[in-house]
């Protein structure tokens, strides 16, 4: 079995459940499964190995969905996105706008993170992974996984509330 085949068997259902997570859409789960890995496959060579293969796949495979996303939005026209906001009755809407607003401070937030706290939490949040996997990912213990995510998400809580106050 090449080095590649058993890092798709190994990896491939983390990779995915981490997509689903990202996309809430199990079919596009499933194509950008499959592009990460063609992607990988291509790019092995420069694998340098800094930190576990599951890492670089799922930051492969975040990179894939922001793409994917980009080219959607091209796509999309702006007043489909307008149409859905006046359907929505106003308690609704607001409801629908405040959790988007939050969503995006998030991803904001998380993106300032320095590592390993960034990456733990996207790994227990959007990956679904347990402690114990991300452990593994990190080859640190389950306690150290569980710990690090939550401090990471006690500075995101932190910081909306910063940003609330301000």
Not at 78 to 94: C, T
Not at 127 to 138: D, H, K, N
């Amino acid at each position: 079995m090449s080095e590649f085949e058993q890092i798709y068997r190994s990896c491939f259902r983390d990779v995915f459940l981490y997509l689903r997570r990202l996309s809430k859409d199990e079919s596009m789960a499933e194509e950008l499964t499959s592009e990460t890995f063609f992607k990988a496959m291509q790019s092995l060579s420069t694998f340098r190995g800094d930190c576990d293969v599951r890492v670089w796949l799922c930051q492969i495979a975040k990179n894939c969905y922001f793409t994917y996303c980009k080219k959607q939005q091209r796509v999309t026209e702006f007043d489909d996105a307008e149409a859905d906001l006046e359907a929505a009755a106003p308690d609704d809407m607001e409801a629908r706008l405040v959790e988007q607003t939050d969503a995006m401070q998030i991803h904001l937030l998380l993106h300032k993170l320095p590592e390993p706290y960034k990456e733990v939490f996207s790994l227990r949040v959007f990956g679904e992974l347990s402690f114990r996997q991300i452990a593994a990912v990190f080859q640190k213990t389950e306690n150290w996984a569980c710990v690090t995510y939550h401090r990471a998400r006690k500075k995101i809580i932190e910081q909306m509330e910063a940003g609330n106050h301000e």
